[in-house]
């Protein structure tokens, strides 16, 4: 069965050939589309084109380093929700600590195999981007299924549309929390360059359409001056 509901695209940092070629058939293999950067300045670069779902970032890095790059990608509003998993040969603890204060989700000491990279890209994953997953939610009567590309609410089923259905799921695995367009953008569309603001708006007055036969529309607010938001109260001012 497959892990995720869809490919997530995750930029492997790595100044040596043959860890970066590992790293990447391994993804690719995985259905997962591989970026590849062999120093900060050009994975800055491709993050600027395109927001990966995971970032896989070597610690020894020619220019800036590794850690100095993950500092600058937590420090950034963003970049700092993208899961950060660094490589290093390194394995003293100070370094790990360093690493994981950096704002890094997770650590893996070089030398690794590829099935121990890959469970911990998944388990990064599931922790950090559950619309990544495959996981069936619900809420409220509103259930979406990964699996099987369903929304139900109180059992009716739903007719939902491909990018209102990435849209749902984004929200629903991140309740309560209020997206500007250009962070729905980012993790939606995975590109906040190529398509205009305003193709948010429309998405969300189709998402509510598709939504209104069970009355789920009312859990997608409008947050005035800000964005949107997914709430399991809705009408309630918070
Ligand atoms: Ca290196």
Request: net charge negative; proline share 5%; glycine share 6%.
């Amino acid at each position: 069965m497959a892990v995720y509901s869809m490919s997530s695209t995750v930029l492997v940092v790595e100044d040596e050939p043959a860890i970066q070629e590992l790293i990447a058939v391994n993804l690719g293999f995985a259905g997962h589309k591989v970026l590849r950067a062999d120093d900060a300045e050009q994975a800055q670069y491709l993050i600027t084109a395109e927001l990966p779902d995971l970032i896989l970032l070597d610690w020894m890095l020619p220019g800036a380093s590794g850690i100095s790059l993950a500092r600058r990608l937590r420090a950034d509003e963003r970049t700092r929700g993208v899961p950060l998993i660094m490589l290093t040969a390194k394995g003293e603890e100070q370094d790990k600590v360093e690493g994981l204060e950096a704002g890094a989700d997770d650590y893996i000491t070089k030398p690794f195999s590829p099935k121990e990279l890959m469970a911990r890209i998944k388990a990064v994953l599931r922790r950090r981007a559950p619309q990544l997953t495959d996981d069936r939610i619900e809420v409220s009567g509103l259930c979406l299924d990964p699996v099987t590309h369903r929304v139900t609410g109180h059992d009716q089923l739903l007719t939902v549309g491909p990018t209102e259905f990435r849209l749902l799921h984004f929200f629903m695995t991140h309740p309560e929390r209020v997206f500007s367009r250009a962070h729905l953008l980012d993790q939606v569309w995975g590109d906040h360059v190529f398509v205009e603001e305003r193709t948010v708006d429309v998405h969300i007055r189709r998402l509510r359409k598709a939504l209104q036969p069970s009355g789920h529309d009312i859990h997608v607010e409008t947050v005035r001056g800000s964005g949107y938001r997914f709430t399991f109260k809705p009408g309630k001012v918070s």
